[in-house]
C-alpha cells in the first residue's frame, strides 16, 4: 500500500498569507495525485488533480506541484473561506489518502 | 449537475451487516464509476470500493473481503454492504463519482463530487 505522508498536521496563518502544504508518497506516483478540501461537517471537494490541475471552478490562488514522490499544495493568498483540512490522495496504486493538514486560521 | 444523496440506517448492530444506498441524480449510473469512501469520527479517509459502469468491482484489501457494492441501474442507485460490523466500523460514509479528467494525454478517474455523506454507529 502506498501511504501519504502530510505535514504539517496544523498550520496557522492569517488572511492573506501564503500556505504551502506538502504531502509525500511512500513510493513514486509519478502525477497521481490529487487534493481536496473538505470543512466541518462537508464534503470533500476536489481541488487539484494529477498533481497540478485545477478542478472545474476553483480559484487560481490554488495551484500544485510536484511529481514522484513530492508534492505541494499552494494558497498564495488566503481568504477566509480556505481555512479547513486539506487531504491529498494518489490512485497511482489502488486508492490512498493522506492523513490531512488542518489549516487554521492564527 | 451530478448529485449524489446517501441513506440508509444510522444505526447498526455489532456482527450484523451495514448497507447503504447512494441515489444518483443529474447523470446516469451508466456514465460513470461510483465509489465509497469512510470517514471514522474525527479521523482521515479511507477508500472502501468502486463499480464500474459494467459491473466491475475493486475493493480496499483492508476491508479483508467484507464489502460489497452493487448498481441498481433502473433505480440509478448503487449500494454498499459491510458485513460483520464491528466498532472500527463506525464512521461518515461517503458516496462519490468517479469522474474521468484528462491532462498531458492521459485520462484518470477521480472522486468528484461527493454525497454529504451519512453517520453510521455500530452499536454493541
Known amino acids: 500500500e502506498i501511504v501519504l505522508t502530510q505535514s504539517p498536521a496544523t498550520l496557522s496563518l492569517s488572511p492573506g498569507e501564503r500556505a504551502t502544504l506538502s504531502c509525500r508518497a511512500s513510493?513514486?506516483?509519478?502525477?497521481?495525485l490529487a487534493w481536496y478540501q473538505q470543512k466541518p461537517g462537508q464534503a470533500p471537494r476536489l481541488l487539484i488533480y494529477?498533481?497540478?490541475n485545477r478542478a472545474t471552478g476553483i480559484p487560481v490562488r490554488f495551484s500544485g506541484s510536484g511529481s514522484g514522490s513530492d508534492f505541494t499544495l499552494t494558497i498564495s493568498s488566503l481568504e477566509p473561506e480556505d481555512f479547513a483540512v486539506y487531504y491529498c490522495?494518489?490512485?497511482?496504486?489502488?486508492?490512498?489518502f493522506g492523513q490531512g493538514t488542518k489549516l487554521e486560521i492564527k | 449537475q451530478v448529485q449524489l444523496q446517501e441513506s440508509g440506517p444510522g444505526l447498526v448492530k455489532a456482527s450484523e451487516t451495514l448497507s447503504l444506498t447512494c441515489t444518483v441524480s443529474?447523470?446516469?449510473?451508466?456514465?460513470?464509476?461510483w465509489g465509497w469512501i469512510r470517514q471514522p469520527p474525527g479521523k482521515g479517509l479511507e477508500w472502501i470500493g468502486y463499480?464500474?459502469?459494467?459491473?466491475?468491482?475493486n475493493y480496499n484489501l483492508s476491508l479483508k473481503s467484507r464489502a460489497i457494492i452493487s448498481v441498481e441501474t433502473s433505480k440509478n442507485q448503487f449500494s454498499l454492504k459491510l458485513s460483520s460490523v464491528t466498532a472500527a466500523d463506525t464512521a461518515v460514509y461517503f458516496c462519490?463519482?468517479?469522474?474521468?479528467?484528462?491532462?498531458?494525454?492521459?485520462?484518470?478517474?477521480?472522486?468528484?463530487?461527493w454525497g454529504q455523506g451519512t453517520l453510521v454507529t455500530v452499536s454493541s
Open positions: 494529477d498533481a497540478s
Open positions: 513510493q513514486s506516483v509519478s502525477r497521481y
Open positions: 490522495q494518489q490512485r497511482s496504486n489502488s486508492y490512498t
Open positions: 443529474g447523470a446516469s449510473i451508466s456514465t460513470y464509476y
Open positions: 463499480i464500474s459502469y459494467s459491473g466491475s468491482t
Open positions: 462519490a463519482a468517479l469522474r474521468g479528467y484528462c491532462s498531458g494525454g492521459s485520462c484518470g478517474n477521480w472522486f468528484d463530487p
